[in-house]
């Protein structure tokens, strides 16, 4: 595979990734068009776990419980009105329900944790299917230039040259396709671990912020505390 990839770089000077796209842009095109799409979602994942969700819970909630210890629920929700950040507004879903039964308490908790996590993992299963679409549109796009190639190379009337030319560009074309798809499945791949690994993170603290503020209000209204 190596002496062809240099055959169709050297090949006349014409069998360039350029001259590739010139000669049959169409799934170069496409695949571009994923890896523009791959790069956004892994941007706008990586902004929204980072951004929203860099606020340091087990800090936050022991500042919300001193102040629930101390009976200023009324103060410890503005706290969590400082921000929009998904874990404050977790935690106020609690507070807001502090003075009424666990069950209550349990049920505000639950509604909006719900709400939270689809948030957390949305968009990044799909750079798995985009993998496999961007590895299946290279290959297509190999079959077809070796397909025209060998078409081309075979019409009568040629000269070496010119069948030298083909095949170094028929051969560009296909690399090209293949590695281009194979590159950016592997983005995918590398992405799709990465974020994957992070929401699962996100929605663990999300789980146990939850289980913290229920016990925190129920444990805090029976008598003796």
């Not at 083909?166 to 090209?176: F, H, Q």
């Not at 995918?188 to 939850?210: F, G, P, Y």
Request: hydrophobic letters at 50%.
């Amino acid at each position: 595979m190596r002496h062809l990839l240099m055959l169709a770089a050297e090949g006349g000077g014409e069998g360039g990734m350029w001259e590739a796209i010139k000669h049959n842009p169409t799934f170069l095109i496409a695949n571009l068009v994923v890896s523009a799409v791959v790069v956004t979602i892994i941007i706008e994942r990586t902004a929204f776990q980072l951004g929203r969700y860099r606020v340091n819970s087990k800090e936050f909630f022991a500042q919300v419980k001193k102040l629930v210890a101390a009976g200023n629920i009324d103060r410890a929700i503005k706290l969590c009105d400082a921000s929009d950040y998904p874990i404050l507004q977790l935690v106020k879903a609690g507070l807001t329900h502090a003075n009424k039964g666990a069950d209550e308490i349990d049920a505000a908790l639950s509604e909006k944790l719900s709400e939270l996590k689809p948030a957390v993992e949305k968009r990044i299963g799909a750079l798995w299917s985009l993998a496999n679409i961007a590895t299946l549109i290279g290959l297509i796009g190999t079959v077809s230039g070796l397909i025209n190639t060998f078409a081309s190379i075979a019409a009568q009337g040629l000269s070496q040259a010119d069948k030298q030319r083909m095949l170094s560009n028929g051969i560009a074309e296909a690399m090209y396709n293949t590695a281009f798809g194979l590159a950016i499945a592997v983005v995918c791949m590398i992405a799709h671990v990465l974020l994957h690994t992070r929401s699962k993170n996100i929605q663990h603290d999300l789980e146990s912020t939850t289980e913290r503020v229920f016990n925190l209000l129920t444990i805090s209204s029976k008598p003796g505390y």
